[in-house]
């Protein structure tokens, strides 16, 4: 009897666990934001109990960053991947803009579409981490993005002398803000207005986004 008991209370230390964990947390912060979840809810929404909760995450907060991260850095690391490979190709030349802006899109296109694995909900959620205020997650966030972003943004400025830092950081801002935007509303029939739109695969997504990304990025300043 014991070694049942120590089996089935085993089985919630899994790697299931914690990825059922996180869904339902995922999904509640979602739907009912971060200070409106309760522990006691995540569980219940889990099927587990409070001792699985603290085993795995040991706060609240160390939860909220967890779902942050395994959605998030995948994608900026696939990112700097393909930034490095650019930069590699280009040797001392400097890479061109429309190959740096398909490196920061496409890694998030085909996960930001791909309903299974959840990315609706934190495409979501996103929204709230950014509009609900939460020092430890805002600090995370920023470290995570601004490893990314110094990166690109030295790319960039090769690519583009010319053009100002300040004028850059707005136009990739831009860029990032009209990809959420994007990957958030492409499934709602109800975010176009009422006129017949040609559904498009993830690849034809990627094209379209990076030449209206590249254009803007590539505009001639206004004074």
């Not at 999904?27 to 909760?53: K, M, P, W």
């Not at 950014?130 to 790319?155: G, H």
């Not at 850059?168 to 109800?190: A, E, I, M, P, V």
Request: aromatic share 6%; proline share 4%; charged share 25%.
């Amino acid at each position: 009897m014991n070694s049942v008991k120590i089996k089935i209370e085993g089985g919630l230390h899994t790697a299931e666990t914690k990825e059922r964990i996180l869904d339902a947390a995922e999904r509640l912060f979602a739907e009912r934001g971060f200070e409106a979840t309760s522990t006691r809810d995540i569980t219940g929404a889990a099927g587990v109990n409070l001792g699985s909760v603290n085993y795995h995450f040991k706060t609240k907060q160390q939860l909220i960053n967890t779902i942050f991260l395994r959605r998030v850095e995948p994608v900026n690391q696939r990112r700097l991947a393909l930034l490095a490979e650019i930069e590699r190709k280009a040797g001392h030349k400097p890479p061109t803009v429309e190959a740096l802006v398909e490196a920061l899109i496409r890694p998030a296109v085909p996960v930001g579409l791909d309903q299974r694995q959840g990315w609706e909900t934190f495409l979501r959620l996103a929204g709230r981490f950014f509009c609900e205020p939460n020092r430890e997650t805002n600090e995370l966030i920023r470290a995570n993005m601004d490893k990314v972003m110094s990166r690109f943004m030295k790319a960039f400025l090769r690519a583009l002398p010319g053009l100002p830092r300040d004028e850059l950081l707005w136009r990739l801002q831009f860029t990032l803000s009209g990809l959420h935007h994007l990957l958030l509303t492409l499934g709602n029939k109800y975010s176009m207005p009422s006129c017949p739109v040609k559904e498009l695969s993830g690849e034809e997504v990627v094209r379209r986004m990076v030449s209206f990304a590249v254009a803007g990025i590539k505009a001639q300043r206004s004074h």
